[in-house]
C-alpha cells in the first residue's frame, strides 16, 4: 500500500505541476492542455477528492512505510498547489474589476461568487429559462445552419441580442452549439438578453470562407426574426470562444462585405459589440519574429493545419485571402466596442496573439477596446461552472448592458419602412 500511495501521489504532482506550466511541445500540447484545463477549472473539487483520498491512503496503511511518507510530503505540496490555483481564480474578480472600470465605469451590481455556483460545474441548466433547438437559419437547413434560442419567456420587447459562435478549431466533431457557452447563455438570458447560439459548416468537408459566411447569415437571420422572441433586431452582441472569437471579431469587423455575404450582399450584417474570448486573430503569422521559441512553433503548426485542412490554400501563394479571413487585418476605425479576454496560460491560442490583436484595434477603432488578461488561466476555461467562467460571464454581461447602454444613448431614430412611407400619416 505504501508503494501505491507513492505512485499515486507523484501522478498527482505531474498533474499539478503541468498545470502551473502546461507546455507547448507539438507531440503532447493536446492532452497537456487538457490536463492543465481540468486541473485549475475544477480545482476546488479536486481540492476536496484529494484530501479525501490521502485519508483514505492513511487508513488503509498508506502512511505504514517510508514510501508513504514520501508520499504525504508530495500530497502536502499538492494540496498547497491546488489552493493556489482557487486563490488565482478568485483574483481574477479583481482583474476584471479594475480593467472593466477604468474603460466604462464603475460596476452597478458587483457579486462575488459563492461557493454554491460553482459546486456542481456540470449542472448546465436552468428551468427558468426557455431553449428552443434547431431553428434552421437559412437554406437549406441542415444542422450545421441551425441555431438555439435562450430566453427566460418573459413578455417584453426590444431585449438585447446575444450571438454565440462556438469554438472547436473550424473543425468536424468538436464545434456544436450543445455543447459549449451554457454558462454564458444562462447568465445573459436570465438578465432578460436573447440569446442565439449557433452551428456552421466545418472543415475539411467546408473550407474557409463558409464558416464566416454561416456566421454572417445567422446574423443577417437574427435582425430579421428577433422581434419575434422579444428580441431588439438593432442590437446584437456577437461572442464567441476560440474557432469562434477568430468568427465572431471577424464578423464584428467585416461588416456587410459582399466577400463574406455572396448572395445576400444587400443584408445587414453590423453588430453593436463584441466578445471574443481566446480567439485566434491572425492567420498570416505576422509575430513570428517576434515569439519565443516554443510558441513560434505552435504557431507554424497551427498556420501549417489552417492552410491543409481549414482553407485548402497555401499562404505563399494566397496571402491576400489569409489577410482578409484574419481580424489582425481587419482593425477599422468603425469598428464596434470590443471586450477581448485571454488567459495568459493558454497553450493553443497565443495570448501574444490576443496582445497584438488589440494594440492593433486600438489604434485605430473610435469605441473602447477592452481587453483582459486572466494569470493562471487555460483555454477553455469557461466551459463550466467553474470561479473563473462565472466571473467572465459576468464580466461580458457588464460589458454588455453598457455597450447597449452606449448603443441606446447614441442611437438614431430607425429609417422609416416601406410602409410606413406609404401610410396616409407619413405623407400628410
Known sequence: MPRTFLIASVVGLVLVLNARRATRFQLVVVPAFFASW??????????????????????????????????????????????????????????????????????????TVAWREYAFPFKLWNRKLRRERDIPYTA?????????????????????????????????????????????????????WVCFSMNYPLAPRSKFPAHIIAVKRAIAWVKENAHTYGGDPNFIMISGNSAGGHLSSLAALTANDPDFQPGFEDSDTTVQAAAPFYG?????????????RASRTHKK????????????????????FFEKASPWFRVNADAPPFLVIHGAHDTLALVEEARGFVARLRDVSHEPV??????????????FLSIRAL?????????????????????RPA?????ELRSPTSQS
Open 38 to 111: 481540468l486541473v485549475t477549472e475544477l480545482a476546488p473539487q479536486l481540492l476536496l477528492l484529494h484530501l479525501v483520498g490521502v485519508a483514505a491512503f492513511v487508513i488503509a496503511g498508506g502512511a505504514a512505510a517510508w514510501p508513504g511518507w514520501i508520499a504525504l510530503a508530495i500530497c502536502a505540496l499538492i494540496a498547497v498547489q491546488l489552493l493556489g490555483f482557487v486563490r488565482e481564480s478568485r483574483r481574477v474578480e479583481r482583474r476584471f474589476d479594475d480593467v472593466m472600470s477604468a474603460a466604462i465605469g464603475a460596476d452597478p451590481d458587483p457579486r
Open 140 to 192: 437549406p437547413g441542415t444542422r450545421r445552419f441551425r441555431l438555439d434560442v435562450w430566453h427566460n419567456g418573459e413578455s417584453g420587447t426590444n431585449r438585447p441580442c446575444l450571438l454565440y459562435v462556438p469554438g472547436g478549431a473550424w473543425i468536424a466533431g468538436v464545434s456544436n452549439k450543445n455543447h459549449q457557452a451554457k454558462p454564458l447563455l444562462m447568465e445573459m438570458a436570465s438578465r432578460g
Open 280 to 292: 485566434v486573430y491572425d492567420w498570416t503569422g505576422a509575430q513570428l519574429g517576434e515569439l519565443k
Open 301 to 320: 503548426g497551427m498556420l501549417r493545419f489552417l492552410q491543409i485542412t481549414v482553407a485548402g490554400r497555401r499562404l505563399s501563394k494566397e496571402r491576400t
Open 370 to 383: 477592452i481587453y483582459v488578461e486572466l494569470p493562471g488561466t487555460q483555454h477553455a476555461f469557461d466551459h
Open 391 to 411: 466571473y467572465a460571464v459576468r464580466a461580458i454581461s457588464r460589458f454588455g448592458a453598457w455597450a447597449h447602454d452606449h448603443y441606446v444613448s447614441g442611437a
Open 415 to 419: 429609417p422609416p419602412s416601406d410602409q
